[in-house]
């Protein structure tokens, strides 16, 4: 189990997208953003990019995760919204498992039928403005990551500054 | 007589948007066409204006899955221009990534999109259920080769510490030590792989092509070597753009390729095809085990290639290792002199041989760049596949049709748009 100074334990915050797909990359943006932060040594940053099923590896000792990703939500370009897993089951579209690789959900679902899951999973959905092969962020999207930054150092809010965390051993069992 | 339908609108477990689409009335073939659909990737302006020390790190985020790939091509291509000779260190170093590239990406493609076919399973889920200890397997081969390319190129994915004419940090020897070992004990894993694959049955299909794939003198060809073809012989990477011959098709928005005849393959089974007697001696047993003989021409095996070269990536991994730990690492030199010029790199990543082309001008700006994926020289290669596949099955149930379609594309391992996982959310 994983053992913390901290209640809430180690908390992993992954950026996940592809930095040459405009806003979808904007995981990416906000994770580059927060690495340059002084955060509380029980907070590991990520930049997932396209790690697609190799997100697993960062969640091993994670009381709780934070992802960061670009959602088409039909909202405003540069709306961020906070949800989680459960709360969008059965309203996520688009073909699982397209992908020679797969998508976030995907992993999460992987990672919850083997019980390799952390206990929270939280997701940070920024709306895309416009997705085509190119490294600019749109404006409103530009815009986003100052607010995207700031509601996840929110959710840290209570972790120590000095919190560390020690993993001695493996938090989940494998296997169902 | 017999009419058939099949109207694949993105083939599932392929990346991007690929369609199958077969017509046939009253017997006779109307239509049989492998569509690909995708946006323009225009590489070379993502990299135009950049430093030569930025294109390498850009490039590798085309694709998540050959980011290792996409690095070590684009430094070659950089250092070729540039006129930089590496060390032997360095290129041992990249060795030694590419083959951790190998193994993440055939243990993701032959047990998670690959297998479920084999077994009649709409994707991996299902499987999870009824066979953890498989899923379980797979994920820990997967961890294994992540925790290689992260000792190695300081990432799981993405690699930061190559870098033009070496390396930005070693890694430790510890860290060394560590991963060999894991290595070395994942041999019952590796064996419980091969007897899996040796019992799934591979459709009996054959088509012979012209393969191509990168040949080394010295070793099974990933990192480096001359282009090599089973048609026409062998030629210098610099000589790629006669070779790919790339060309636009009306059914298609991606760019095909073909040399000697209408299509060629590349990937595991071009390479086995060419490179075969380079394996490591467990990846030939592999090989015979899962009935494996070049040349081969059936493109079903490509995932049983996956397989060996798994098994090949393990144990090579372990030998280069060992001459890293025999001969010590160093801290090198890696200041260059800058001068305009134009390089051609090529290696030999998962889905088939890769090419990066750029012109650099006298302060290391990239002025043009050129870049060719496995994928794109495949597509005329599966159009083939299809038309004289489906003439031999025609006489099975339209459902049993379009799965053996749909698993031949799967074969190739195909990415067709690397690589867009947007989440859809519908909130109510």
């Known amino acids: 189990m994983c053992q913390c100074?901290?209640?809430?334990?180690?908390?992993?915050?992954?950026?996940?997208?592809?930095?040459?797909?405009?806003?979808?990359?904007?995981?990416?943006?906000?994770?580059?953003?927060?690495?340059?932060?002084?955060?509380?040594?029980?907070?590991?940053?990520?930049?997932?990019?396209?790690?697609?099923?190799?997100?697993?590896?960062?969640?091993?000792?994670?009381?709780?995760?934070?992802?960061?990703?670009?959602?088409?939500?039909?909202?405003?370009?540069?709306?961020?919204?906070?949800?989680?897993?459960?709360?969008?089951?059965?309203?996520?579209?688009?073909?699982?498992?397209?992908?020679?690789?797969?998508?976030?959900?995907?992993?999460?679902?992987?990672?919850?039928?083997?019980?390799?899951?952390?206990?929270?999973?939280?997701?940070?959905?920024?709306?895309?403005?416009?997705i085509s092969w190119g490294t600019e962020l749109s404006p409103e999207v530009q815009a986003s990551i100052s607010k995207v930054t700031e509601a996840v150092l929110r959710e840290?809010?209570?972790?120590?500054?000095?919190?560390?965390?020690?993993v001695v051993a493996k938090t989940n069992t494998q296997g169902a | 007589m017999k009419t058939i339908n099949v109207n694949v609108d993105h083939v599932t477990r392929v990346e991007g948007h690929?369609?199958?689409?077969?017509?046939?009335?009253?017997?006779?073939?109307?239509?049989?066409?492998?569509?690909?659909?995708?946006?323009?990737?225009?590489?070379?302006?993502?990299?135009?204006?950049?430093?030569?020390?930025?294109?390498?790190?850009?490039?590798?985020?085309?694709?998540?899955?050959?980011?290792?790939?996409?690095?070590?091509?684009?430094?070659?291509?950089?250092?070729?221009?540039?006129?930089?000779k590496i060390s032997e260190q360095t290129r041992l170093l990249r060795r030694i990534l590419i083959q951790g590239e190998n193994l993440q990406s055939h243990v993701l493609h032959s047990y998670f999109l690959a297998a479920p076919d084999f077994v009649g399973a709409p994707s991996v889920f299902p499987l999870v259920k009824t066979h953890p200890d498989v899923?379980?397997?797979?994920?820990?081969?997967?961890?294994?080769?992540?925790?290689?390319?992260?000792v190695f190129g300081g990432r799981t994915v993405h690699p930061i510490t190559?870098?033009?004419?070496?390396?930005?940090?070693?890694?430790?020897?510890?860290?060394?030590?560590?991963?060999?070992k894991r290595l070395a004990?994942?041999?019952?894993?590796?064996?419980?792989?091969?007897?899996?694959?040796?019992?799934?049955?591979?459709?009996?299909?054959?088509?012979?092509?012209?393969?191509?794939?990168?040949?080394?003198?010295?070793?099974?060809?990933?990192?480096?070597?001359?282009?090599?073809?089973t048609d026409a012989g062998t030629t210098p990477v610099s000589n790629y753009r006669n070779w790919t011959n790339e060309y636009l098709v009306p059914h298609s928005t991606a760019k095909y390729a073909k040399n000697v005849r209408d299509s060629y393959m590349v990937g595991a089974l071009a390479r086995f095809n060419n490179n075969h007697g380079q394996l490591s001696a467990g990846a030939k047993k592999a090989a015979a085990a899962l009935g494996l003989k070049a040349p081969c021409y059936n493109p079903f095996m490509n995932t049983?290639?996956?397989?060996?070269?798994?098994?090949?990536?393990?144990?090579?991994?372990?030998?280069l290792i060992d001459e890293v730990l025999d001969k010590g690492l160093k801290e090198e030199d890696r200041r260059i002199l800058l001068k305009a010029g134009r390089g051609v790199g090529a290696v030999d990543v998962p889905r088939g041989i890769l090419f990066h082309d750029y012109t650099y001008d006298k302060n290391g700006i990239c002025r043009e760049a050129n870049c060719i994926i496995p994928t794109n020289q495949n597509h005329a290669n599966i159009q083939k596949d299809m038309e004289a596949l489906l003439p031999q099955i025609l006489d099975q149930p339209q459902d049993e049709i379009r799965l053996k379609l749909e698993m031949l594309v799967r074969a190739?391992?195909?990415?067709?748009?690397?690589?867009?996982h947007l989440l859809k959310v519908k909130f109510v």
């Open chain 2, 135 to 150: 899923v379980v397997r797979a994920l820990r081969m997967k961890k294994l080769a992540n925790d290689l390319c992260d």
């Open chain 2, 162 to 180: 190559p870098t033009v004419n070496g390396f930005t940090k070693l890694p430790e020897v510890k860290e060394i030590k560590d991963i060999r």
């Open chain 2, 185 to 229: 004990d994942a041999t019952p894993d590796l064996e419980a792989t091969l007897e899996l694959f040796k019992s799934l049955k591979i459709p009996a299909f054959e088509r012979e092509t012209e393969y191509i794939s990168l040949k080394s003198k010295e070793e099974y060809a990933l990192y480096d070597g001359v282009i090599a073809s």
């Open chain 1, 156 to 166: 840290i809010a209570h972790v120590a500054p000095n919190a560390s965390c020690k």
């Open chain 1, 5 to 130: 100074n901290d209640p809430a334990g180690k908390i992993v915050i992954i950026g996940v997208g592809n930095l040459l797909l405009k806003d979808e990359g904007v995981g990416v943006h906000v994770a580059q953003e927060l690495q340059k932060k002084s955060l509380p040594s029980a907070v590991k940053v990520h930049d997932g990019g396209l790690a697609g099923i190799g997100l697993l590896d960062f969640f091993p000792g994670a009381s709780k995760v934070l992802l960061i990703d670009a959602a088409e939500m039909n909202l405003e370009a540069g709306a961020v919204v906070r949800f989680t897993p459960e709360e969008v089951a059965g309203k996520v579209s688009g073909p699982r498992f397209s992908a020679h690789d797969i998508g976030l959900l995907e992993v999460l679902d992987l990672a919850g039928a083997l019980g390799q899951c952390p206990p929270e999973v939280v997701i940070f959905g920024i709306q895309p403005k416009e």
């Open chain 2, 18 to 84: 690929g369609n199958i689409v077969v017509n046939v009335k009253e017997g006779k073939i109307e239509e049989c066409k492998w569509e690909v659909v995708e946006a323009p990737r225009f590489f070379e302006a993502f990299v135009r204006g950049r430093t030569y020390l930025e294109v390498s790190h850009i490039t590798s985020r085309i694709c998540g899955i050959c980011s290792i790939g996409h690095t070590l091509c684009s430094l070659q291509a950089t250092e070729a221009a540039l006129g930089v």
């Open chain 2, 412 to 420: 190739y391992d195909p990415c067709i748009s690397c690589s867009t």
């Open chain 2, 304 to 319: 049983a290639v996956q397989v060996v070269e798994a098994v090949h990536a393990v144990e090579e991994s372990i030998r």
